[in-house]
């Protein structure tokens, strides 16, 4: 009995581990030419700003920062930086890279996919919720406000606490509309990429211009004294943000990663790059130099942009969600709004619309491997007005002469209606939070990805040195790096830690360096923890708190020692991370400690998302997976998403 149930565990975690084989596609036309750094680089920032600059920025210096919010998006910056040049080098492992489910799938296994593609689709459907907010506030506010005082003044009083006071309606009927648009193939216009990425450039410029024409450096050092004259003459000091002690940072340095972790939405992006990396002619210098130059563009934009918008409005009279559009009317430039308003709507049109597209492609993916219902994967077909497929012995032939749309209907439409419920029913903060915690842990997943692939032995799918009689061999899909096999011997596991017996990484030292990465991982959640909670005990020398801290920060050392002292995977690749495991222990930790500093509705509602997509992959996706249906091969078209 016992045998069966080991056998059974053994059979059920290898399933958590089975990876996905890669499909090689057909080389791509010699035509088309390569991409240069250049050309990476304007992809990249197409992909980074976007709708994060327009929705971000006003909350995080009203009710945060203040002024100095642009310290904020350094951290911020830096932070996502790092995880850039990580998924980079997890790209750089895979033949035909592209997003980070496919990666994940490919290198870490099944459980992982879908934990990283589960949260990936949360902060789609969260972003969508965030621009469709954002456009109806900025469009409300063209026409006098009229919309959310009637809303507001009908609905507030019925509204749970935990939910927006009023429905946005407005908001609603433009993601439907643009669910509609999206199932009749409007985004695949290369006309309409070209005009909104100009236009953005366009806005933007006349933004960071206009502040600096505008502003007024004492909305830098403003005290009390400002703060009581604007709440008499607003007649409402409720409807002003917080003033803090005044000055350029009002709120101190106590909150700076609680606005880091939100500002972290505005330089993602980057994956953009990774997806063009793969035509570019030299990407092992191309892809990491386009990462590092797209960000610090974006952080100079970012800055300009909040700089601009400090300097023209008092922190604490910010419009939470169409800040940039109000900023004009505080100063006067009226003429100016209707053109800076138009300008932002399309951008954020168009934000959308690409989002969209992206999750309906994430969502096709995801329901075509089996992790989601396979009926989210239906294409309808299309079929010649004078043909009708009859179901008979000859079906087979007639459908091979028609072709599917490419339009993955049902993967449009349903996660596009949950972003409608969305953004019917939650407060706008409450989404920019959560989407910005969505993008703190799917990198931070990124990052765990490559400390761990770089200590693995050679794996099958993107190694060359096999050959294809090989592979042939093994038809089932392969395993994860936690798979296990027989040791023969085990007595000497600590001299092992510190004196790999091998030059090479084993199946071995590949599970050492898993299970010590999950420690750090574990003990860098406690120290973040202990430090969010009780910081000042701590510096101040408490002699628990202090010890404990140093204790964990000893720890932490020895597991990182004994994680590089381990043999790393000497394949070459494009690009290779720097410092590591260093730059895994300070990329993890900033993200850790971001993360902590969300609140507790944005931690509640993430545990309610991941409940409901684990209840669905382990009642349903585990059994319908790929490596469950064997005969079942997706199309290499869809590997890339």
């Not at 409720?238 to 972790?261: C, E, K, M, T």
Request: proline share 5%; glycine share 8%.
């Amino acid at each position: 009995m016992s045998t069966m149930l080991g056998q059974y565990l053994r059979q059920f975690g290898q399933k958590l581990v089975r990876r996905k084989p890669q499909f090689r596609e057909e080389p791509e036309s010699s035509e088309t030419p390569p991409l240069n750094t250049l050309d990476l680089v304007v992809i990249g920032l197409d992909n980074m700003l976007g709708a994060g600059i327009y929705i971000l920025i006003g909350g995080v210096a009203k009710y945060v920062a203040g002024p100095a919010i642009i310290l904020f998006l350094l951290v911020a910056g830096l932070t996502t930086l790092l995880s850039g040049l990580c998924y980079v080098e997890l790209a750089a492992g895979v033949e035909k890279p592209g997003t980070v489910y496919f990666i994940s799938y490919v290198t870490m296994g099944q459980l992982y996919a879908f934990i990283t593609g589960w949260n990936l689709l949360l902060y789609l459907i969260i972003a969508i919720a965030c621009i469709a907010r954002a456009w109806s506030s900025i469009f409300d506010s063209l026409i006098g406000n009229h919309i959310s005082e009637a809303l507001e003044g009908t609905f507030s009083l019925q509204m749970p606490y935990f939910l927006a006071s009023f429905p946005d309606f407005l908001a609603l009927g433009l993601v439907l509309l643009l669910t509609g648009l999206l199932a009749l193939r409007v985004y695949e216009s290369t006309l309409i990429y070209k005009v909104f990425t100009g236009l953005n450039i366009l806005v933007l410029s006349f933004i960071i211009l206009s502040g600096f024409i505008k502003g007024d450096l004492h909305n830098w050092k403003l005290m009390e004294q400002d703060y009581t004259l604007a709440a008499a003459g607003s007649g409402d000091a409720y409807s002003l943000g917080l003033l803090g002690s005044g000055g350029f940072v009002p709120f101190a340095f106590d909150g700076i990663l609680q606005g880091a972790a939100t500002c972290f939405y505005a330089f993602v992006g980057f994956a953009g790059i990774v997806n063009a990396g793969r035509k570019a002619s030299n990407p092992q210098w191309s892809m990491p130099l386009a990462v590092m130059i797209s960000f610090f563009i974006c952080f100079l934009v970012c800055f300009g942009v909040s700089a601009a918008l400090t300097l023209m409005v008092p922190y604490y009279l910010i419009q939470l969600e169409s800040p940039l559009l109000q900023a004009f009317i505080y100063v006067g430039w009226n003429s100016a709004k209707y053109v800076m308003a138009v300008g932002t709507l399309s951008i954020l049109l168009y934000s959308l619309l690409s989002i969209m597209f992206i999750m309906s492609q994430l969502t096709y993916a995801m329901a075509e491997d089996g992790l989601l219902f396979r009926g989210l994967a239906w294409i309808p077909v299309h079929t010649d007005a004078h043909t009708i497929i009859i179901r008979t012995t000859y079906a087979r032939i007639i459908v091979h002469t028609v072709a599917p749309t490419g339009t993955p209907i049902m993967a449009i439409l349903v996660p596009g209606t949950l972003a409608a419920v969305m953004v019917l029913l939650f407060d706008f903060t409450d989404l920019v939070d959560l989407m910005s915690f969505q993008s703190l842990l799917a990198y931070s997943l990124v990052t765990f990805s490559v400390l761990v692939l770089r200590y693995q032995p050679a794996q099958n799918g993107n190694k060359k040195e096999k050959t294809e009689e090989e592979t042939e061999t093994k038809p089932e899909v392969e395993g994860g790096p936690l798979e296990s096999e027989p040791e023969v011997g085990t007595s000497n596991i600590l001299q092992s830690l510190w004196f790999p017996p091998s030059t090479i990484p084993t199946r071995k030292s590949g599970q050492i360096v898993y299970g010590c990465a999950s420690l750090v991982v574990l003990l860098l959640i406690i120290l973040s923890l202990i430090l969010y909670r009780w910081s000042s005990q701590v510096f101040s020398g408490d002699p628990v708190l202090t010890t404990v801290a140093v204790l964990l920060l000893l720890l932490i050392t020895g597991v990182t020692v004994i994680i590089w002292r381990q043999p790393h995977n000497a394949s070459t690749l494009p690009f290779r991370v720097p410092a590591l495991p260093a730059l895994f222990l300070v990329s993890t930790f900033m993200n850790v400690y971001l993360m902590i500093q969300m609140t507790t509705r944005t931690w509640a509602q993430f545990g309610i998302w991941m409940a409901i997509g684990f209840a669905i992959y382990f009642g349903y996706g585990i059994q319908h997976s790929l490596g469950e249906n064997s005969d079942q091969q997706p199309a290499a078209s869809t590997s890339q998403t």
